[in-house]
Nanobody
């Protein structure tokens, strides 16, 4: 069993920055693909960024150039650094980990508003 706990969400003004973190615990013995999705009210959940076991990254077009995903393997943590935030980035952000299926975190709210 794997548990994922996100942190770092909150309220930020347009143009601001946030760093989200996701800590994995449980039956973790090696490195797994991880990433972040987000879901805005009334919209489908969408991929924001993903990182593979070889640290290859993938980003949604809407966040390219503004978002960086990274991982700390020693801490089993994946981070999402978000800059130049826009009101349309407002959503609940969910961390995931792929290991014999997909595990999800509980989500963290990001609100971009003046």
């Amino acid at each position: 069993q794997v548990q994922l706990v996100e942190s770092g969400g909150g309220l930020v003004q347009p143009g601001g920055s946030l760093r989200l973190s996701c800590a994995a615990s449980g039956s973790i013995f090696t490195i797994y693909p991880m990433g972040w999705y987000r879901q805005a009210p009334g919209k489908q959940r969408e991929l924001v960024a993903a990182i593979t076991t070889l640290d290859s990254t993938n980003y949604a077009d809407s966040v390219k150039g503004r978002v960086t995903i990274s991982r700390d393997n020693a801490k089993n943590t994946v981070n999402l650094h978000m800059n130049s935030l826009k009101p349309e980035d407002t959503a609940v952000y969910y961390c995931y980990l792929d290991y014999n299926g997909r595990y999800w975190g509980q989500g963290t709210q990001v609100t971009v508003s003046s």
